[in-house]
Structures are given as C-alpha cells and as structure tokens.
T-cell receptor, first 115, second 111 residues
Framework: EAQVTQNPRYLITVTGKKLTVTCSQNMNHEYMSWYRQDPGLGLRQIYYSMNVEVTDKGDVPEGYKVSRKEKRNFPLILESPSPNQTSLYFCASSLSTPGQGYEQYFGPGTRLTVT | SQQGEEDPQALSIQEGENATMNCSYK?????LQWYRQNSGRGLVHLILIRSNEREKHSGRLRVTLDTSKKSSSLLITASRAADTASYFCATPSGSARQLTFGSGTQLTVLP
C-alpha cells in the first residue's frame, strides 16, 4: 500500500530536549516536505527536499533541521524545542515539485507538545 | 506567505444540499489543487486543475478555475454527512518548488 508514515504520532517533551520525527514513504517519490498546522494559521511549509541531499527552507524553517540521506526518508529534527513549536506536524511526498502538478501524499500527522 | 484565501471560513448545510467553497490566490500559477482534511488527520488530495483548464469534474466534485480573477471554486453536489471536513486549496509558490495552502473552509454537513 502506498503510504507516508510518521513516528511518533504523539509526543510530549520539555524545552531544550532534542527530538526527531521520522518520515518515510514507499512510493519512490523525489519531493518530500514538512508542514506545521496551527489554529488560525493554516498549514505552513517548514522545509522541503527535491531529491537526495537536496533540501531547502520553506516559510517557517527557524528552529528546525532536516536531512535527506535516502530517497525514502526525510526526518525532521528539533535540536532545542521551544513551546512555540507545539503544533501538528505533517510530512508529505510527491513525484516531483508542486509546479509540475503532482498530488501530495500526506502522513497521518505528529502532534507535538513542548512544555 | 499566504497564497490562497478561502471563503467562507465555515459552512454548514443539510445533507443532500450542494456546498460551494471559493479560493483566491495572488500570483500566477500553472495548477491548483484541492485537499480535504478530516479533523486532526492527514490531508487527502481531491482534485488538481491546470491553468489551461476552466472546469474539471471528479465524481460529486466540480472545480472551476478563473485565472483572470485568480480564483477557484470547489462544488460538492448532493453532500453527505461523511463530507464533513476542512477543505483547502493549494498552489505552487517559491519558484514552483513549494506548495502554499489556503486558510481552509470548515464544512459541516448535517444529517
């Protein structure tokens, strides 16, 4: 089954404790991205990757890191989480860039709370 | 940056009625997508319309695109309670390497 998986689904952590949210897709997609969703602010793109070892900042990259060492995986790293990073996070993948007109496949989401 | 703005923010209708949602965007695009999100879950792609298309159908969905007005509409016909969800439009941005989502319309279909 074609899918995007994220782990963990729920995470409560404390300020400053490094964490990683994993994302994996089994569709051989080139394009992957991370979004955060906050009430009243909608979905905002954090980082995206057009292929292995090619990553770029989205609209809200501060406080986040990503890596793309393998095509299928695109982890999101919070080196020193802060309460304003409490949010619902989504990973997504598609065959190619949005400009090419390919649908995005979304993971189930990770609800992160930073206290 | 907020590329798409949706209208209305919330819509409540009876089962069997049609629901229309609108999306406006700011810059020139070559395609526009619509997604659905059930509460707190991942988004699901509904339909994509390209800039050279004016209208597209998929089942009970009809999407229109007016590039001169920089707007799109999503019509759901004969709505069902299961259509209750948030609906988002999304457009390419950032040299077409990013996807920017609208603010969404919360649709409630009452049985």
């Amino acid at each position: 089954e074609a899918q995007v998986t994220q782990n963990p689904r729920y995470l409560i952590t404390v300020t400053g404790k490094k964490l990683t949210v994993t994302c994996s897709q089994n569709m051989n997609h080139e394009y992957m991205s991370w979004y955060r969703q906050d009430p009243g602010l909608g979905l905002r793109q954090i980082y995206y990757s057009m292929n292995v070892e090619v990553t770029d900042k989205g609209d809200v990259p501060e406080g986040y890191k990503v890596s793309r060492k393998e095509k299928r995986n695109f982890p999101l790293i919070l080196e020193s989480p802060s309460p304003n990073q409490t949010s619902l996070y989504f990973c997504a993948s598609s065959l190619s860039t949005p400009g090419q007109g390919y649908e995005q496949y979304f993971g189930p989401g990770t609800r992160l709370t930073v206290t | 940056s907020q590329q798409g703005e949706e209208d209305p923010q919330a819509l409540s209708i009876q089962e069997g009625e049609n629901a229309t949602m609108n999306c406006s965007y700011k810059t020139s695009i070559n395609n526009l997508q619509w997604y659905r999100q059930n509460s707190g879950r991942g988004l699901v792609h509904l339909i994509l319309i390209r800039s050279n298309e004016r209208e597209k159908h998929s089942g009970r969905l009809r999407v229109t695109l007016d590039t001169s007005k920089k707007s799109s509409s999503l019509l759901i016909t004969a709505s069902r309670a299961a259509d209750t969800a948030s609906y988002f439009c999304a457009t390419p941005s950032g040299s077409a390497r990013q996807l920017t989502f609208g603010s969404g319309t919360q649709l409630t279909v009452l049985p």
